[in-house]
């Protein structure tokens, strides 16, 4: 696992964000990701001494690609330099919910967690249903000190509680929200060692998962919509 050689790549791509560069020097890419995915490889055997659900996947398969879509965006440059990936029992797929993992050079690396995706009607509701119902749990998990030391909710959010739901529900406030998701940022000092750095992320995810956790057993039924 050598950190060294991705944080290089990475911070190479961000220079020359350009296809030119980019086929030029595939080769690197290519040891670059596969740097990653041993990282991903050791960080899930970490992760699969609290969460067996994981252990399935091939790191390979939990990847996204660089390539980014330009289309309706004012930055025109083709590549995120970035290696993320998703880790849950599914895979990939942003629903169940696991453990997400972003490295990309200027201090812009993160651990994150639960649902980001707000653009599933239904997955929203059915958080915000489950929400609505177990209320006193969701606060025990979100308010345990070993959570708060680390982690604070964030999502999209409606300005006002959404029909169908009390106003005054004790739980209001996460009622408005549309996504559910935590944010563990990651300076580019702590990347440089590899095992610290597994270690460190394994355990945050380790108090990131009762969290996952709720999200999941309210998704329980969620499916993907069919394109």
Same mark, same amino acid.
């Given at each position: 696992?050598?950190?060294?050689?991705?944080?290089?790549?990475?911070?190479?791509?961000?220079?020359?964000?350009?296809?030119?560069?980019?086929?030029?020097?595939? /080769? $690197?890419? %290519?040891?670059?990701?596969?740097?990653?995915?041993?990282?991903?490889?050791?960080?899930?055997?970490?992760?699969?001494?609290?969460?067996?659900?994981?252990?399935? $996947? @091939?790191?390979?398969?939990?990847?996204?690609?660089?390539?980014?879509?330009?289309?309706?965006?004012?930055?025109? !440059?083709? #590549?995120?330099?970035?290696?993320?990936? @998703?880790?849950?029992?599914?895979?990939?797929?942003?629903?169940?919910?696991?453990?997400?993992?972003?490295?990309?050079?200027?201090?812009?690396?993160?651990?994150?967690?639960?649902?980001?995706?707000?653009?599933?009607?239904?997955?929203?509701?059915?958080?915000?249903?489950?929400?609505?119902?177990?209320?006193?749990?969701?606060?025990?998990?979100? @308010?345990?000190?070993?959570?708060?030391?680390?982690?604070?909710?964030?999502?999209?959010?409606?300005?006002?509680?959404?029909?169908?739901? /009390?106003?005054? @529900?004790?739980?209001?406030? #996460?009622?408005? #929200?549309? !996504?559910?998701?935590?944010?563990?940022?990651?300076?580019?000092?702590?990347?440089?060692?590899?095992?610290?750095?597994?270690? %460190?992320?394994?355990?945050?995810?380790?108090?990131?998962?009762?969290? $996952?956790?709720?999200? $999941?057993?309210?998704?329980?039924?969620?499916?993907?919509?069919?394109?």
């Amino acid at each position: 696992m050598d950190m060294q050689l991705i944080i290089d790549y990475l911070t190479e791509l961000s220079n020359n964000n350009d296809r030119e560069w980019y086929h030029a020097n595939k /080769e $690197n890419y %290519k040891k670059a990701k596969e740097e990653f995915e041993n990282l991903l490889q050791a960080l899930m055997m970490q992760i699969g001494t609290f969460d067996g659900s994981i252990l399935h $996947n @091939h790191p390979k398969d939990l990847t996204f690609k660089m390539v980014r879509d330009t289309r309706f965006s004012h930055d025109k !440059s083709p #590549y995120n330099p970035a290696f993320r990936a @998703h880790i849950s029992s599914q895979g990939k797929l942003p629903v169940p919910v696991g453990y997400y993992l972003m490295i990309k050079p200027g201090n812009q690396s993160f651990l994150g967690g639960g649902l980001f995706a707000d653009m599933f009607k239904d997955a929203t509701a059915m958080v915000r249903d489950y929400i609505a119902g177990n209320g006193e749990e969701w606060e025990r998990i979100i @308010h345990d000190p070993e959570f708060e030391k680390y982690f604070t909710v964030q999502g999209t959010a409606l300005k006002n509680v959404p029909a169908g739901y /009390e106003k005054g @529900h004790p739980q209001a406030e #996460y009622l408005k #929200y549309k !996504s559910w998701y935590l944010e563990y940022p990651l300076k580019d000092g702590e990347l440089k060692d590899a095992e610290a750095f597994v270690a %460190k992320a394994a355990e945050l995810f380790r108090v990131m998962k009762p969290f $996952n956790d709720y999200l $999941n057993k309210a998704l329980a039924g969620f499916r993907m919509p069919e394109r």
